[in-house]
C-alpha cells in the first residue's frame, strides 16, 4: 500500500513543472510582448508554454478519467467532459481578452476541433488500426448517434451564419445566438442520457454489451485508482496552472497574429491541439489495441463536447463582455466541412473500418493544413 501511495506523488512530479513555469512567467513575463519580436524569445516562450500546458492536460484528464472510475456512469463521462471543456473555455477566453478583438476564434478553433477529430484522429486511428488488424469493427448504432448530433449543430453553428439575413455578414443576432445555445446544451444533454442511460449498448463493443451483469471486469491497463478526494485535489491542482499559462499563452498566439499577420485560423488550430492532444493519444492507443468503439467515443465525444459545451459558453461570454463574433465559415473551409462531414457519414455507415478509409480522412486534413499555410 505504501509503495503505491509514493508511486501515485511520483506519478504527479509535472505538477512541480507546471509551478515552476507559472512562478516563471509570473517573474519575468511583464513586459513579454515587448520581446517576442526576438525570434529566439518567441521560440522559447510559445514551445515551452505549449509544452507546460499540453503536459497538464494530459494529467488532468488522467485524474478526470480515474474518477470516472470511482464514480461510474453518468457522473464519470460528465467529469471528463467538463474538464476538457473548461481547458478550451480558459483558452479561447484568454486569446480573445488579450489584444485586438478577434471576432473569428471561436469558429476557427470549432473548425479546427472539428477537422482535427473527424479528419486528422479518424484518419489516424483508422489507419494504425487497419495497417495492424486490417479491418476493425465498431457498433454502427453507436457511431450513428454521434453523428445524428455533431452534423446537424456543426452546420448550425458554422454554415448556417453565412445564410442567415438578419444580420449583415456570416453571423447570427443575439436573439439568435441564444436560440443556438439553447439547441446546443438541449442535443447535449439529450445526447449524454441517452449515451449513459437507456441505450448505453450503442456505445460499447457487441462482445462487451453481451457480457452478463456478474461477468468479471476486465484488469485495468493501469495502476487502480486512489481515493475520491486526492483525484479530485489533483485534478483541480492541474487546471489551475492551465488557467493562468493559458493567459500566458495567448502573447505570442496574438504575436502571430496580429504582428506577423499570419491567418486567424493558426491561433484555433493551436488552442485545439492544446485541448484534443490528450484524448487524440488515447485513441490512438485504443485503435491500436483493437478497441475501435472506444477510439470512436473518444474522438466523437470531443468534437461534439466542443460544438455542445463551448460554443454555447462562448456565445454567453462575448454577449456579457460586448464583444463581436464571427462563426460561418467560408469559401474553400466551407466546403472542405461540409466534405469532411459527407466522407464521416461514408465511412461510419457499414459497422467496419479499414486503411483505405483512414487514408481518406488523412488526405483531408493535409489539404486543410496546406489551406491554411497557403492563405
Not at 444580420?167 to 441517452?194: H, K
Not at 493559458?246 to 493558426?266: G, K
Amino acid at each position: 500500500m505504501a509503495a503505491r501511495r509514493h508511486a501515485g506523488w511520483r506519478d504527479d512530479w509535472f505538477l512541480g513543472v507546471a509551478l515552476a513555469t507559472c512562478a516563471a512567467f509570473w517573474t519575468l513575463g511583464g513586459g513579454l510582448d515587448a520581446r517576442l519580436a526576438n525570434p529566439l524569445v518567441f521560440a522559447a516562450t510559445f514551445i515551452s508554454l505549449f509544452a507546460v500546458i499540453i503536459g497538464s492536460a494530459f494529467s488532468a484528464a488522467r485524474h478526470a478519467e480515474r474518477l470516472a472510475e470511482i464514480f461510474g456512469e453518468p457522473y464519470g463521462t460528465l467529469i471528463l467532459t467538463l474538464a476538457v471543456t473548461f481547458i478550451e473555455v480558459m483558452s479561447i477566453s484568454a486569446v480573445m481578452l488579450h489584444g485586438d478583438p478577434n471576432p473569428t476564434l471561436v469558429r476557427d478553433t470549432l473548425l479546427a476541433v472539428v477537422m482535427i477529430n473527424l479528419n486528422g484522429l479518424v484518419g489516424l486511428s483508422l489507419l494504425i488500426g487497419g495497417l495492424r488488424h486490417r479491418e476493425q469493427h465498431y457498433n454502427l448504432q453507436g457511431a450513428n448517434a454521434y453523428l445524428g448530433v455533431i452534423l446537424p449543430l456543426a452546420v448550425l453553428c458554422v454554415v448556417m451564419p453565412g445564410f442567415t439575413a438578419t444580420t449583415p455578414g456570416p453571423t447570427y443576432s443575439p436573439a439568435q445566438r441564444f436560440a443556438l445555445a439553447f439547441v446546443c446544451v438541449g442535443l447535449y444533454c439529450v445526447f449524454l442520457a441517452i449515451q449513459t442511460g437507456r441505450h448505453r449498448s450503442f456505445f460499447v463493443d457487441a462482445g462487451e454489451a453481451q457480457e452478463p451483469p456478474n461477468a468479471t471486469p476486465h484488469a485495468p491497463d493501469h495502476a487502480p485508482p486512489r481515493s475520491t478526494g486526492f483525484h479530485a485535489a489533483m485534478l483541480v491542482a492541474y487546471l489551475v496552472p492551465v488557467v493562468y499559462l493559458a493567459e500566458q499563452f495567448a502573447h505570442p498566439v496574438d504575436y502571430i497574429i496580429e504582428t506577423l499577420r499570419l491567418p486567424t485560423l493558426i491561433g484555433g488550430v493551436a488552442i485545439a491541439l492544446l485541448v484534443i492532444s490528450p484524448e487524440g493519444l488515447s485513441a490512438a492507443r485504443a485503435a491500436r489495441a483493437n478497441h475501435l468503439q472506444r477510439a470512436i467515443n473518444v474522438i466523437f465525444g470531443s468534437a461534439l463536447s466542443s460544438i455542445g459545451l463551448t460554443v454555447p459558453i462562448m456565445l454567453v461570454l462575448v454577449y456579457v463582455l460586448g464583444l463581436p463574433i464571427s462563426l460561418g465559415v467560408e469559401g474553400a473551409d466551407l466546403v472542405l466541412l461540409v466534405l469532411t462531414l459527407a466522407l464521416s457519414v461514408v465511412t461510419f455507415s457499414s459497422g467496419r473500418t479499414n486503411a483505405l478509409q483512414g487514408l481518406s480522412h488523412l488526405a483531408l486534413f493535409i489539404v486543410f493544413l496546406l489551406l491554411i499555410v497557403e492563405d
